[in-house]
Structure formats: structure tokens, C-alpha cells
């Protein structure tokens, strides 16, 4: 089954970059051996600014002219594909510590798969660089060829092609294979040299007028530079300051992040080793694009934490790191633009620098400390018995992480939210619907309530306010309070939440509305956004972040009712209950005041609310934890109290009666 998902994933990736019109796709090696490419016309490569790679990279794709045009898409992101299929087969073998044939059989379509849906190789397909084959090299050079010759001349082709992977031959020094780094630097200098030989002007422009490619390409302060030296651009830093620091900080770089990465090797990780070395040439170089970071993805099989639940903290990161944009992994609030633009650099510093990956001698690399677990409830129905593998958690989720997936799910939901449109007449006709169906269940009170408010200057703008303000603020609050205060009650409610989310959004996209605001001829009054044209409504900022469409079902009141619920359900005093009724009651007051929803569309907030809550309790159980008993042998002596609670087996619900007393 993994492997097909990867067939799947390179059939897409070789549709999409072949669906691309003629003059964007593969944009690279067209300018490089088109038509009038620079490797085909006469004069300097470096005459514009669209060849980036070394001498001897031109040098070896000059063959390539002879190649016909009209096959190259096709036969070049094949080869791309076959790279990145050899690549992860080789980063999946070379795992380290004893693997069982359960674990070595999905590592090799898991590391392709991760490495397909990676950033670096989707930009690197998309324009047909060849930045894929350097890593490679490398790997195969450190972790599968045997023979000191053959591991030098490998790294060496490496960076020839790419400069900064020549600081593969200082870890291959480091770590007491002098020869297979000595044999590194030969290959290098043999590969410049006949670069050299061949294009002196070339080689003169590169490596004298341009030090090793710098300036080569974009503009360095782009976003798109992944260096500490495009950082510090970013930052105002200019000219010998600039070079200075980043020359300190480099070096400082270099010096820690290579002495771990011989710590790594000598701890029989060499994988890890490997790439926290590409970890610190992806910082020090003074260009480190999209394309070039496939280091970072690598940096993913480091253990990090002693307890298990914190073990899928660092791997997470990485990897929705290395597959998401920034704009998705951080809101848009400009305090946070520093990391939201540096966030691939800042997960490199820290894979070369900071993180502490555990060692193979420490007595939490295989038997981390195990999870709490409540103890199993059986299914309230026989037919739909309680997944086994989701069991309730006792201890509260990893914070960094929790924000993280929080904030992607959140932002996954808006896109496609902003996706589901089906147009303003079938919005429309399904807004006539609603209120036809209304009419008929005489509960069309929506224009009645909508005057009446408007009329009234300060309920007008009390339900405005409640309206724009309380959506988000009250859910994150209890969320936030449950997580510090009931950590497994939080997982609870997330989870109740989540699929209400879900379930509203399969909503938006099957079943497009027009809110009473936005129906022509009805008369309604949009009191938060004013008077709009129904063809080009205008929201300020959020017009095109937002689908206007999406009605139905109205998470407004869904959320304020899962609020209401969860605190009339934990809130420990009588007058907390009664203010958690008291949001959702003015939600529905407010959607319905400032005409932004149907009183349908409660109902359907309710529904999905209902299901989430019901969904939840199918898949882990009643709320309500079981009473955890405590064996005789495992009881405490004295006054001491046991630190772990000992689960006791609860047999599910088959029919016959649970013995209380026994339990």
C-alpha cells in the first residue's frame, strides 16, 4: 500500500510540472540547453543571471543540448523522480540501530513519500534543478559505497557541482577517514580544474568576480535565501558589517555544528551525522535556496526527548516545516514575520546546533517513558465497538507542538473554506431555499430582528462587537484553560471541536448560501459591514480571505454552543454554568441580529456540534474517566503516594453485564 501511494506521488508530481504551459515548466534547464540557452549560445555563462550552478556543472550539462526539446520535460522529471526514489532508499537503509522487518519495510516508500511532498524536491521539480543529485552524492558517498577511494571521489563530484557540500570532506577528516577526505578534496580540485581548462573566462567569473556564485541568481535578501547571510540582509544589515558578522557567525556555525555531527558518527549515527552537516552548509552558504534544503527534511531521524509522548515532537516539526509555507505555519500577526520568514533557517540552526538528539547509549533511545493511559471504557454499542488505537491520554499534549498543528489544521480549514464556491447564483437560489423552508416552519424571524436592532444604536453596536470580537476569543480561552488546568478533558473537547470543524466544513462545500445580508430584494441590513454591492462585496482586508458564502451550517453558533456545552460539563460552580449558557444564547442572537445568518443556519451549527460530541465518545469513550485501581503489590508504603496509576482491563461491552465490585 506505501508503495503505491508513492506511484501516486510521483504520478502527480510528474503531472504537475508537465501540465505546466511551455514557458513554465522546468524553467531552468530551458534557459540552460533551450533554444537560446546559455550552455547552446556563444559568450559567458554568467552574462545573465540564469545559470546559477558552478563551471563544472555547465561543463557536464553541455551534452545535454543535443537532447531534443520536446522530450526533455518528460525524460528530465523522470530522472528527477528516479533521484529522489534512490535517495530515499538510501536514507532508509541507512537507519540507524537494529530494525525489525516490521519497521525496515515501510522506512523506504515512507522516506520517498515525505521526501516527494518535501518543499525542496517540489521546487526543485517544478524547476528542474539539479540540486537533488549533490545529496545524493553525498549519501552514497558516507553511508552505501564501500572503500575510502570511492566515498572521496563521490563527495568530491558533490561539490564540484555544489560548492558548500565541500565540508563533507572536513566531517570525513573528523571523523578518522583521512583518505576517503583527502581522496574528496582531489576529486573537487580535479573537477574545477578541467572546468577551468575548458571555460577560463567562466571559472574567472565564478570563483574570482562572483567568490563561489555569490550574488548568482535572485536577490540575496530574498525570502526564497535561506542563509544566515540572507537573514542578515533581511534584518537592515549591509555591507562590511554584514560580512563581518556573518563570517563570525558562520565560523561559530561550522565549529559547533560539525563537532556534533562527529559526535553522531562515533555514536554509529552516521545518517544524523550526515545531515547535521548539511544542516550547517545550508546556513554558511551565502545562497541557500528552496531547492538546496533537502538537508533539513534528513534531520528528521534524530530522537529528541525521554518521555514517548514528546518523541513525534521534533519529526513533526520538520516535516510540516519542510512541507508547508510559512504562511501557514504562523499567523499573520508581524511581531512573528522574523520567524514566519526565516522559519526554514531557524529549523537548520537548530537541527546543526541546539536540538539534543539523544545517543544511542542513553537508556531512553529504545524504552522512552511510556505514556499514561486512562483506563479502556467499553462501547456503549455492541455494533460500533471504541477504536483500539484511540486510546484517552491522561498527561497534556506537547505545547509546541499542539500550537503547531492547531494553527496548520486552522489554516488548512480556510483554504478550503475560500475554495468552497460554487458562485453567487447558486449561493443565491440556495438562500431562497432556506427561506421558503423558514416561511413554511413560520420561524422566519430574521428581517423582523434584524430592523428592530438596527434601529437601536447601542444594541447595534453591542451585537456588532459580540459578533466581530467573541468567535475566536471564547473557544481559544476554554481551550487554553482546559490545557493547563485539565489536560485530559482539553484532548476531550480539541477533539469534540475538531470534527464539528470537519463536518461544517463538508458542509460549506456541498452546500453553498448566501447569508440574509447578501440576498437581493429581501431588505436586510448588513450592520457590521454596511451597505454592499451584491456582485463585488467589500470587506476591507479580509475580502479575499474570506468565502462569504459560507453559511451553512454557522459555526458562529456551532462553536459558542460547543463553549456553552464543555462549560456547563466541567464548570465546578453553578453561576460559571449559567454564564457558559449565556454565549451561545447571544451568539445566536447576534448572527441573526446583524444578518449574517439564518436561523437554519444555527440549527446546523448545532447538528455538527451534536455529531462532533457524538463522534467523539464512539471513537474514545464517555468523558468521564474510569476509576484507576491500584494493585496490592504496587500500593505505597506510608505516607507515599504512587506516581503512575495502574490501569485495570475493562472487558468491552458484549452483551453481558460488568461486575462493579470486581471492578
Keep these: 500500500m506505501l508503495w503505491l501511494v508513492v506511484a501516486a506521488l510521483a504520478v502527480r508530481q510528474m503531472a504537475a510540472v508537465l501540465r505546466q504551459p511551455p514557458g513554465e515548466q522546468l524553467t531552468d534547464p530551458t534557459t540552460w540547453i533551450g533554444e537560446n540557452g546559455v550552455l547552446r549560445v556563444t559568450g559567458s555563462l554568467y552574462d545573465s543571471d540564469r545559470f546559477t550552478g558552478t563551471p563544472f556543472a555547465g561543463l557536464v550539462l553541455k551534452p545535454l543540448t543535443r537532447t531534443a526539446e520536446q522530450n526533455l520535460g518528460v525524460v528530465w522529471t523522470f530522472g528527477s523522480l528516479l533521484l529522489v526514489a534512490a535517495l530515499g532508499i538510501v536514507a532508509a537503509r541507512a537507519l540507524p540501530g537494529q530494525m525489525s522487518r516490521r519497521t525496515a519495510l515501510p522506512a523506504a516508500p515512507v522516506a520517498i513519500s515525505l521526501l516527494m511532498v518535501s518543499l525542496p524536491v517540489r521546487s526543485a521539480l517544478h524547476l528542474g534543478q539539479t540540486s537533488i543529485l549533490p545529496v545524493l552524492l553525498v549519501l552514497l558517498g558516507c553511508l552505501a559505497v564501500r572503500g575510502e577511494r570511492a566515498s572521496g571521489i563521490l563527495i568530491g563530484l558533490a561539490a564540484a557541482l555544489q560548492p558548500t557540500v565541500l565540508l563533507f570532506a ?43 556564485g555569490t550574488g548568482l541568481g535572485g536577490k540575496a535578501d530574498s525570502l526564497a535565501n535561506q542563509s544566515l547571510h540572507g537573514a542578515l540582509l533581511r534584518f537592515g544589515l549591509a555591507g562590511p558589517l554584514e560580512i563581518a558578522l556573518f563570517a563570525v557567525l558562520a565560523a561559530a556555525v561550522c565549529f559547533f555544528g560539525l563537532r556534533r555531527a562527529v559526535r553522531y558518527a562515533s555514536d554509529g549515527q552516521l545518517l544524523l551525522a550526515v545531515a547535521v552537516t548539511g544542516c550547517v552548509a545550508v546556513a554558511v552558504s551565502p545562497t541557500a535556496w528552496q531547492h538546496q534544503l533537502l538537508w533539513v527534511l534528513l534531520a528528521v531521524v534524530g530522537r529528541v526527548g525521554k518521555r514517548a509522548s514528546d518523541r513525534l515532537v521534533w519529526p513533526a516539526v520538520v516535516v510540516l516545516v519542510l512541507t508547508l509555507p510559512g504562511k501557514m505555519l504562523l499567523p499573520n500577526i508581524e511581531a512573528l514575520f522574523p520567524v514566519r520568514d526565516n522559519v526554514l533557517l531557524i529549523v537548520a540552526l537548530a537541527a546543526a546546533c541546539a536540538v539534543p538528539f539523544l545517543p544511542r547509549t542513553s537508556e531512553y533511545w529504545q524504552h522512552p517513558i511510556p505514556t499514561d493511559y486512562a483506563a479502556p471504557a467499553p462501547a456503549r454499542w455492541s455494533r460500533i465497538p471504541l477504536l483500539p488505537f484511540w486510546r484517552r491520554v491522561l498527561s497534556r499534549p506537547n505545547l509546541l507542538l499542539e500550537l503547531l ?42 428581517h423582523r430582528v434584524n430592523h428592530a436592532v438596527a434601529e437601536v444604536g447601542r444594541l447595534r453596536g453591542f451585537f456588532d462587537y459580540y459578533y466581530s470580537t467573541f468567535h475566536f476569543i471564547v473557544p481559544l480561552a476554554i481551550l487554553g484553560v482546559l490545557y493547563v488546568r485539565r489536560p485530559a478533558d482539553y484532548r476531550w473537547a480539541r477533539s469534540t471541536i475538531g470534527f464539528a470543524t470537519l463536518l461544517a466544513l463538508a458542509g460549506f462545500w456541498l452546500y453553498p448560501l448566501a447569508p440574509p445580508r447578501l440576498m437581493p430584494g429581501l431588505g436586510f441590513i448588513d450592520t457590521v459591514h454596511g451597505v454592499q454591492d451584491f456582485a463585488k462585496p467589500d470587506y476591507g482586508s479580509l475580502t479575499a480571505m474570506t468565502n462569504q458564502y459560507a453559511a451553512m451550517p454557522s459555526l458562529h453558533f456551532g462553536w459558542s454552543l460547543w463553549c456553552g456545552v464543555v462549560i456547563v460539563t466541567l464548570a465546578p460552580k453553578m453561576w460559571m454554568k449559567a454564564l457558559g449558557l449565556l454565549h451561545p444564547l447571544f451568539t445566536v442572537s447576534a448572527i441573526v441580529a446583524t444578518a449574517n445568518h439564518w436561523v437554519l443556519d444555527a440549527v446546523g451549527g448545532a447538528a455538527v456540534v451534536t455529531l462532533g460530541f457524538g463522534l467523539t465518545h464512539v471513537l474514545a469513550g464517555p468523558r468521564t474517566l474510569r476509576p484507576v485501581a491500584v494493585p496490592e503489590a504496587a500500593k505505597p508504603q506510608g505516607d507515599l503516594e504512587p506516581s503512575v496509576p495502574v490501569p485495570v482491563p475493562v472487558p468491552r461491552a458484549t452483551g453481558e453485564a460488568v461486575d462493579s465490585k470486581r471492578l
Design 405 to 446: 498543528l492547531i494553527r496548520v489544521v486552522y489554516s488548512a480549514y480556510a483554504h478550503v473554506r475560500l475554495a468552497a464556491t460554487a458562485g453567487r447564483a447558486t449561493a443565491e437560489h440556495h438562500g431562497h431555499q432556506i427561506h421558503s423552508i423558514e416561511q413554511w416552519l413560520h420561524i422566519d424571524i430574521e
Design 170 to 212: 572536513a566531517l570525513l577528516w573528523l571523523t578518522g577517514r583521512r583518505q576517503a577526505a583527502v581522496t574528496g578534496g582531489a576529486a573537487f580540485a580535479a573537477g574545477t580544474a578541467l572546468a577551468w581548462a575548458a571555460m577560463p573566462g567562466d571559472s574567472w567569473t565564478y570563483w574570482v568576480h562572483h567568490v563561489a
